[in-house]
């Protein structure tokens, strides 16, 4: 009776052994989950910002082109008044 405890008692450690890793995997498999997550969601984050940064960009670089059509618009209009004046005097 005495080697069926000492079987029984070892079988029982092993057992609550297994039990206590299987649950330290648990637990290490949701704390990387949980990990990964955030950072899934933070990486989508920058490249939204990023997308967001291009357009603005993009408009900013059209708005540039805009202006600097109009500046040359008004240089030949100040060009012909300032010849005018000049015939007119």
């Given at each position: 009776?005495?080697?069926?405890?000492?079987?029984?008692?070892?079988?029982?450690?092993?057992?609550?052994?297994?039990?206590?890793m299987l649950?330290?995997?648990?637990?290490?498999?949701?704390?990387?989950?949980?990990?990964?997550?955030?950072?899934?969601?933070?990486?989508?984050?920058?490249?939204?910002l990023?997308?967001?940064?291009i357009?603005t960009?993009?408009k900013?670089?059209e708005n540039?082109?805009?202006?600097?059509e109009?500046?040359f618009?008004?240089?030949?209009?100040?060009?012909s008044?300032?010849?005018?004046?000049?015939e007119?005097?």
């Amino acid at each position: 009776m005495k080697s069926f405890d000492i079987y029984g008692f070892t079988f029982l450690v092993a057992g609550m052994i297994l039990m206590l890793m299987l649950a330290w995997q648990w637990f290490k498999m949701h704390q990387i989950r949980i990990t990964s997550t955030a950072e899934i969601a933070r990486d989508e984050a920058y490249r939204k910002l990023t997308e967001e940064a291009i357009l603005t960009q993009q408009k900013m670089n059209e708005n540039q082109q805009k202006m600097l059509e109009e500046l040359f618009e008004l240089r030949i209009r100040i060009t012909s008044i300032e010849k005018m004046l000049r015939e007119v005097e």
